[in-house]
């Protein structure tokens, strides 16, 4: 099949042989995080990470989901988790999510999480470190924000710092 498209060109808009209209369709819509992610962002509020556990496979992950994506079994069991990790990958960003120059810059990391198979994890920011000291495999805590500011979203956990267990 060839569709052809019609050209616009500004002569023909300046020329009023367009016709275009402006407004606000006051269209409204609403997310249904479903069962997985709803409890993940329930736990959030409540200052708990939840991952799901497959016995088929005997994989847990975190986000939770409802099936397993390995091995496609539904047969899944909700996992409390630790609030602590260690760091897959990072990454010292220099820039802002709005490409603009910073003076203290970002650091996104992904953290396993403590309770999770290995390369489950979470992006999030890492802080109170010097970027030179970050490393792949540092332990990691995650710093919650008051109980009265969790709204249940992700940025309930304000950021991850590195911790010693038993310290």
Not at 39 to 49: D, V
Not at 148 to 162: A, N
Request: charged share 25%.
């Amino acid at each position: 099949m060839n569709l052809k498209g019609t050209h616009i060109r500004k002569s023909d808009m300046d020329a009023g042989k367009i016709l275009t209209t402006t407004g606000d369709p006051n269209a409204h819509y609403s997310w249904d995080t479903g069962i997985g992610i709803g409890r993940y962002l329930n736990g959030l509020k409540e200052g708990i990470l939840w991952g799901t556990y497959c016995k088929a496979c005997q994989k847990t992950v975190i986000p939770p989901r409802v099936f397993c994506e390995s091995c496609m079994s539904p047969v899944i069991e909700w996992k409390r988790l630790k609030d602590t990790g260690v760091v897959n990958t990072f990454s010292i960003c220099h820039v802002s999510w709005d490409a603009k120059r910073v003076e203290t810059p970002y650091l996104p990391a992904v953290i396993e999480i403590d309770g999770a198979s290995k390369g489950c994890g979470i992006l999030h920011l890492l802080d109170e470190v010097d970027p030179k000291e970050i490393k792949i495999g540092i332990k990691v805590k995650a710093v919650w924000k008051r109980v009265e500011e969790r709204t249940g979203s992700i940025t309930d956990i304000q950021y991850f710092k590195p911790y010693q267990e038993n310290a």
